[in-house]
């Protein structure tokens, strides 16, 4: 029965496709993001730049047939380190709002489905983490563990999860009630089946959009902690990194391609993020369809 | 979408934060107040930690303790001795017993007169290791320090106190001793607030972190913690201060510098790169000074990773040092191949220049079978934007030779630990006073002077060296006593005990409504004349 009902889901997600290419912000967004990702992730192959080369004697050059995007205050290429710098944003980000999605839906759908003293216990948990703000917490815990890929990842995920949370766990609480649940729990179905037959297939789709709005959270993050000197390692390329260049008034004056650079690709790549994250939430939830 | 904008708006403000701090509300002087001479804003790269000068190596430190307490004598802006508590100081002969005189107008912020009683406590507090003092090796060639530190003796017998008037007895001739207790700081502690207190409990008591009793210009009020610390004029200071109050705050000097043009402060350390931005904007003074200090990468030398020579001279030469003059400190400073440096230094005219030579490096390490998967920390306390970059490049610039650098940052606090432990591996840090005579190195090589009683920071030894050291300064022959430190800089050259990168000249800026500011070559001792200082409007 359930199997005949994902079935049905599949002939709904052609609508669903329909209503996103309807969107023409994301769709526009979307082809961008794929660009964009292209090219940090598979740009480094494509290419000799190499972001770690440094060269005193081209000290803060402006852009030049040699160095298109300029060179840095260690005489490094920008472009270079614009794209290995998105790369590491990028791949924070998306690691952090994977593993804060697969921590929410768990402990989401595991408070919403046993309810009781489980979900009380979680959802007080979610409270707490929801009252403190993330960067001061993650500022705490970089200064406390020094500042690494994995410190980043680890702690974004650990506070950003409670809104996947929330959302995995109101959908659960309502599913429970329905009789199709209640039927495969009286033929015996337990949790991890009812997970991956009845929950999944119906929050895939504000699950995703939580995935976007928490990657481009965590994108933010990074740059706010690296410009702050608090994130990753100076010569480590990070768009935040770059973009501390700018504290130095001279920079910020004189020297536009140390921060133009990364502060677009920052507010673009965040922009593009949660346009997407728009399409999805307009294409996947009937409701607010226009 | 709704959510993100908070989260914007909260990166946003952290980050604005970061770029000026806000006003202080609880201050209580404000510039232009009655009357008064305003306060002055000075900006400290880094947080200073205590006002104890004996435990003390860090330069934040070192400055607010000159707004405290004075010492015998300052440095002045052309390396002389000036008068401050001291009224006359002179050696003997043979430079084996000094007498140095106080004026008789000087007295504590309480009222209390300092005398000769305050100079010979505090030389017992610097040379009794039990105080955890950093400077025993100092005051280790006063006579009876030895009996004194063993517990024999309740004081150092070669220390004589006449009213104003102190008698030094030196174990070996030093003429140099006046300079030694001048540069670093050695301040005069008071012997009437601090006598009662155990020895041992001294570095860490309250007094030291919010000083009661002062006898520098201007004194302690109050802590803001991460901010900053203010003082209050001295009001039984012996000459009259223009201002009622000075305020030492600690900010990175990208935001020191973005705050000397909108007047927030009066004084900040600036990088080269500011130096030429600023040089041109109204209402800022930049003043630059040819520089005595020097700034190198010290490695605990007895963890062995840098304990091999071929492995440091690999390093002097895998680094463009020139490139780092000309570009980061846009030349304002010159590359150095000998602590003690400068015409009079006796440098020999052979010594080897290390010049940029990543091959020699790689073929370098070879011969000393460097592993290239060793990780190979470069430490660095935050805050000062040039001292940043020359990490930068020089992590890049060791990873193309095969040395697996990476940049780690600390604070003064987890720095300080990490030297105790001896658990450093490149740390970057200026100091001192170097251009003048060749004898300024033996601080920092003696086999006797190790860290953390001596200065001798990265625990290098060389008997040779020791002996030629030791005989030069026995010497009174100008002659011989130039060949000897001849030879002595050829093996501080060839075995650089300190990676040597090269010695900046002293940048700061002032804003131009703070006048009697002088700039003093060495950075630590930058507050040297706070008594002159004074401010319009």
């Not at chain 1, 997600?13 to 769709?27: E, G, K, M, Q």
């Not at chain 2, 020089?394 to 987890?414: S, Y």
Request: hydrophobic fraction near 45%; glycine fraction near 8%.
């Amino acid at each position: 029965m359930s199997r005949g009902l994902a079935g049905l889901r599949a002939g709904l997600a052609r609508p669903a496709v329909l209503r996103f290419t309807a969107h023409r912000l994301a769709v526009v967004a979307a082809v961008l993001l794929t660009i964009v990702l292209a090219i940090v992730f598979f740009g480094p192959l494509l290419t000799s730049l190499d972001p770690h080369h440094v060269d005193p004697s081209q000290y803060r050059q402006p852009p030049s047939s040699d160095h298109p995007l300029g060179t840095d205050s260690a005489g490094r290429d920008v472009l270079a380190r614009l794209i290995y710098g998105g790369r590491t944003s990028l791949t924070i980000g998306i690691s952090a709002s994977l593993a804060a999605a697969v921590l929410g839906f768990g402990l989401g759908a595991l408070a919403g489905m046993t309810g009781g003293v489980v979900d009380s216990v979680l959802s007080r948990i979610v409270d707490v983490i929801q009252s403190f703000p993330a960067l001061i917490i993650i500022i705490l815990l970089a200064a406390l563990m020094g500042g690494s890929m994995t410190t980043l990842v680890v702690s974004m995920a650990a506070l950003e999860w409670p809104i996947a949370y929330r959302v995995v766990r109101t959908t659960c609480l309502s599913l429970r009630e329905q009789d199709t649940i209640r039927a495969a729990r009286g033929f015996g179905a337990r949790l991890p089946y009812l997970l991956r037959w009845h929950v999944l297939p119906e929050v895939v789709g504000p699950l995703v959009v939580v995935i976007t709005v928490v990657a481009a959270v965590c994108v933010l993050l990074e740059a706010a902690l690296s410009f702050l000197g608090l994130g990753l390692p100076a010569d480590v390329p990070s768009w935040g990194n770059m973009l501390s260049d700018a504290r130095s008034l001279t920079v910020l004056k004189n020297m536009p391609w140390l921060w133009i650079p990364p502060g677009a690709a920052i507010a673009g790549t965040v922009l593009m993020i949660n346009f997407v994250g728009d399409g999805i939430r307009e294409a996947t939830d009937p409701r607010q369809s226009r | 979408m709704k959510r993100i904008f908070p989260v914007v708006t909260l990166c946003l403000v952290a980050a604005f934060a970061g770029c000026s701090v806000g006003d202080d509300q609880q201050s209580g002087p404000k510039d232009g107040d009655s009357g008064a001479g305003g306060t002055a804003h000075v900006a400290l790269y880094t947080q200073p930690t205590t006002f104890s000068p004996v435990v003390t190596i860090s330069g934040a430190d070192q400055l607010v303790q000159q707004l405290q307490w004075d010492p015998l004598f300052a440095v002045d802006t052309g390396g002389e001795l000036v008068p401050r508590l001291a009224g006359s100081w002179k050696p003997n002969a043979d430079a084996t017993q000094w007498t140095i005189t106080l004026r008789d107008d000087v007295t504590w912020s309480d009222g209390e007169p300092i005398t000769g009683e305050d100079v010979a406590f505090t030389f017992e507090v610097y040379a009794d290791p039990s105080t955890g003092s950093l400077s025993t090796a100092r005051f280790a060639n006063i006579a009876g320090v030895a009996e004194y530190t063993a517990g024999k003796a309740d004081s150092i017998s070669g220390v004589t106190v006449d009213g104003q008037s102190v008698t030094v007895d030196l174990v070996n001739p030093q003429a140099s001793f006046a300079l030694g207790i001048a540069e670093p700081i050695v301040p005069i502690l008071p012997e009437h607030a601090l006598d009662a207190l155990p020895r041992k409990d001294l570095a860490t008591s309250k007094f030291f972190r919010e000083p009661s009793v002062g006898s520098g210009p201007y004194v302690f009020d109050h802590w803001v913690n991460d901010d900053k610390v203010a003082f209050t004029a001295n009001q039984h200071y012996r000459d009259e201060l223009a201002l009622e109050g000075v305020d030492a705050t600690f900010l990175d000097s990208d935001v020191a510098e973005a705050q000397i043009q909108t007047g927030e402060i009066d004084y900040a350390q600036i990088s080269a790169a500011a130096a030429e931005d600023l040089s041109g904007a109204s209402g800022v003074e930049v003043l630059s000074a040819t520089g005595g200090s020097i700034m190198g990468l010290h490695s605990a030398l007895e963890s062995g990773l840098l304990g091999d020579v071929r492995v440091r001279q690999a390093i002097m030469h895998a680094i463009d040092r020139q490139a780092l003059v000309d570009t980061v400190l846009a030349g304002h400073g010159q590359v150095i191949n000998t602590i003690a440096f400068g015409p009079n230094a006796d440098v020999p005219s052979d010594v080897d220049t290390y010049a940029y030579d990543p091959d020699r490096a790689r073929e370098l390490l070879e011969e000393a079978g460097w592993d290239p998967s060793k990780k190979v920390r470069l430490e660095i306390i935050p805050g000062l934007r040039d001292r940043e970059q020359v990490v930068d490049i020089v992590a890049g610039q060791l990873r193309e030779v095969g040395i697996d650098a990476e940049v780690k940052r600390f604070d003064q606090a987890g720095l300080t630990t990490a030297i105790g432990d001896r658990d450093f591996d490149l740390t970057i840090s200026g100091y001192g006073f170097f251009n003048g005579d060749p004898s300024s190195m033996a601080g920092r090589v003696r086999c006797d002077l190790f860290a953390p009683n001596g200065s001798n920071l990265v625990h290098y030894c060389n008997e040779d060296l020791d002996q030629l050291l030791e005989d030069a300064e026995a010497t009174t022959d100008d002659q011989k006593r130039a060949a000897i430190y001849e030879q002595a800089q050829a093996i501080v050259n060839r075995d650089v005990p300190v990676i040597l990168l090269f010695a900046p000249d002293a940048l700061a800026a002032t804003s131009s409504a703070f006048h009697g500011f002088e700039l003093n070559p060495l950075p630590n001792q930058a507050f040297w004349n706070a008594a002159e200082w004074s401010k319009e409007g």
